[in-house]
């Protein structure tokens, strides 16, 4: 381009190097870190979201697993997989009855998750 200079940018150390804010604190230990990740990766689908709220809204906190495809818009296959994500992060229980499998909150489940992030910002 006709007319332009360039014009060099110099970059200076800033403070002593030692790190602008102090000493870092870790807020969470690793062990309940890869757990909180286990759990917020199963959430991260919002079709899982969508069938943990169907089953915490249902009287007792339990639905079949026949009644949960509809509300979605998906394949009993692919909802029993979601579920199954969900069951393994420690959200859901399962129950099989007959040829039905049943999906309960586990008692406490979301409460613990909110404790944990309160937790983590508390010691902040």
Do not use: N
């Not at 959430?43 to 943990?52: I, K, S």
């Not at 639905?63 to 979605?72: I, N, W």
């Amino acid at each position: 381009m006709v007319g332009m200079t360039t014009t060099e940018l110099t970059l200076a150390p800033v403070g002593d190097g030692a790190g602008c804010c102090g000493p870092v604190t870790q807020a969470v230990d690793p062990e309940t870190a890869r757990e909180l990740a286990r759990t917020f990766k199963a959430l991260a689908d919002p079709a899982r979201v969508q069938l943990l709220a169907i089953v915490a809204a249902q009287d007792g906190s339990e639905a079949c697993v026949c009644d949960l495809t509809e509300p979605v818009g998906l394949s009993q296959p692919t909802v029993s997989h979601h579920l199954k994500i969900l069951v393994d992060a420690g959200l859901l229980t399962r129950e099989q009855r007959g040829r039905w499998a049943y999906y309960s909150l586990v008692p406490g489940a979301l409460a613990r998750l909110a404790g944990s992030l309160a937790e983590t910002a508390a010691t902040r």
